[in-house]
């Protein structure tokens, strides 16, 4: 089972779960997608085949080629993109998406107003504030869902970052909040991993009050002390990541494809 059909069974078991919905957005924004084409795709033009329901079009996509393949019962013309670009690429159209149609796990219709929505969580942009923290101490009570969410979600950056750190702060006697430390991240990484992780928090329905993030440099007076007291996510070193992508380090990037 994928785990975009994983996540579809939890929402499915717990209907009224908002944080199981939630999740299951922020596993399709990063979920491969097959989109159903036309044809070939010609100069980076794609042409989605599309159903019309109640005078609306949705465009078909599938979270695997068997799924596709289940769906249209012969060899089809596909385009592989995540669920977070096609979404924006839907949104320009006004066009639905339906996904894994005629597939006995994981069917879903999600309208255009859906796809407006789940783009502009995507689009959320963190609040930038200037201030400066008196006291760190332990973080109490931090979930576990959480932990694996953040964990998943930056695997992919491991090696723009070396340590990241959970505790609490405290900036005055009446304003506490969680704390997500990054230590030795690259410069051209920092507002992506900050992005990413503001992601993780938009679709998860848990009410922790504040949680903030901040950079620490390794001559921050702070960092011995979050060490002292932090959680730390644990990563696989950067030499096994490596190993595990270098199958595909070298493919060039390719520039989002149109809608026609």
């Known amino acids: 089972m994928t785990q975009l059909n994983k996540a579809f069974v939890e929402m499915a ?78 949104l320009e159209e006004k066009v639905g998406l339906g996904i894994n149609l005629g597939v006995s796990e994981g069917e ?54 070396d340590e990241i750190w959970i505790c609490a702060v405290e900036y005055n006697e009446d304003e506490t909040s969680h704390l997500i430390c990054l230590m030795g991240v690259q410069n051209s990484a920092q507002q992506a991993i900050v992005k990413s992780i503001n992601e993780v928090l938009s679709f998860t329905d848990i009410d922790l009050g504040n949680i903030d993030v901040a950079h620490f440099s390794y001559d921050d007076e702070a960092c011995t002390k979050i060490r002292e007291i932090g959680i730390k996510l644990e990563f696989p070193e950067v030499s096994e990541v490596k190993n595990a992508t270098s199958d ?9 494809p149109k809608l026609r």
Do not use: C
């Open 248 to 256: 595909v380090k070298n493919k060039p990037a390719l520039q989002p």
């Open 108 to 161: 879903l219709l999600l309208p255009w107003e859906i796809i407006k929505w789940f783009v502009n969580v995507l689009d959320e942009t963190p609040d930038l504030v200037q201030t400066t923290p008196k006291k760190f101490f332990r973080a109490k009570a931090f979930p576990e869902v959480l932990f694996k969410a953040l964990k998943e979600k930056l695997m992919p950056a491991v090696g723009l970052f």
């Open 13 to 90: 078991q717990n209907p009224e779960n908002n944080d199981a919905r939630l999740n299951y957005y922020g596993v399709l924004a990063d979920t491969n997608l097959f989109l159903l084409l036309e044809q070939e795709p010609s100069n980076e033009i794609l042409e989605p085949k599309f159903i019309q329901l109640e005078g609306k079009n949705f465009a078909l996509a599938f979270d695997s080629e068997d799924s596709l393949s289940e769906f249209y019962g012969e060899a089809a013309a596909f385009a592989q993109i995540t669920g977070r670009v096609l979404a924006k690429m839907l």
